[in-house]
């Protein structure tokens, strides 16, 4: 609530308006006047009203007029309105006042004690609703603000989650990730009786791109194998970098090694397209090649769990790199345990 509560007080007669006036002076309120229907209704575009006080017989509108227009528009339809009447004191016009809207009726000369009593009432009722609107609007607000805080929370709970699962360089799955999400593969190709194929490999001749351009050059290089991996891979499959220039790739419900072979030979084709790097001091545009040697083992052939699936996709990149760079080889199968 801004300032005082506004009473506002309609009659055609200034002298009514003028014993209305003495009679609300002892209230703490600002009391607006109105001499006709018409006016009452423009001065409640402008103002919010406790109480209006409102004659019923006027020459261009009549109070009851004036309440049923009132009644109609949200803004004013819950204030309370106090007919005044100097003849129409029956009851039938008494029905039509509560009709129109009215909360009350009093008639003319207007008794002070019964005036002020009712006004305190109305006064009252406005100061608590005003209070209740006031504690119910910052209520409101402090429940965005604990939505806002808890939205927040939940985002940098959520980034503090990514960042612990992810490389903080090339934004795919770090090792801890990676290892999680390759132990529900096996997991879930063992009770289903299905593949699922781990390609393992590192990027040859890293170091000297690293020796010869330097380490900004370097994550470049790395960011740039990592969009293409992501771009390459959809849903069944897992993209990491496990650290350094190594990289791991898990694929779901593979056929079986020869599909498996075969992704590792796409990858190594995906990768083998120059990479377009600026130098460290952004001086020149530099062409990079880089090629892979990757390793691959399938579960359950070459592995029944997480870290023998790793060893052996492991030995079959090193056998790669001996032969060849840029091939890829798939794991021989484990040895019988007699």
Known sequence: MNG???????DDSPANLMAVRKLLSRFDVDVIEARSG??????????????????????????FEVANLLAQE????????????????????????YHSGAVDYITKPLDERILR?????????????????RALSQLAERNAQLEREIAERRQTEAEVR?????????????RRHFMDVLERAVARSTAESASCALLYFDVDGFKPINDQHGHVVGDEVLLRIAERLRGFFGDGSTVA???????????EDIADAAAATAQAERVASCLKTPLAVVSADHQRSLTLEVRVSIGIAVCPQHGRDADGLIRAADQAMYVAKRARSGRSVIAPPPTPVE
Do not use: C, W
């Open 241 to 251: 970098r496990l650290g350094g220039d190594e990289f791991a790739i898990v694929i």
């Open 162 to 174: 990514h960042l612990a699962s992810h490389d903080h360089l090339t934004g795919l799955p770090n």
């Open 117 to 133: 009593s009712k006004v305190q009432v109305f006064l009252d009722l406005y100061r608590r609703g005003t209070m209740l609107r």
């Open 74 to 97: 949200p803004s004013t339809r819950e204030t309370p309105i106090i007919f005044v009447s100097a003849t129409y004191s029956d009851e039938v016009h008494r029905l039509q006042g």
């Open 4 to 10: 005082k509560p506004k009473i506002l007080s309609v």
């Open 38 to 63: 018409n006016e009452a209704l423009a001065a409640t575009l402008d103002n919010e009203f406790a109480l209006i006080l409102l004659d019923v017989s006027m020459p261009d509108m009549s109070g």
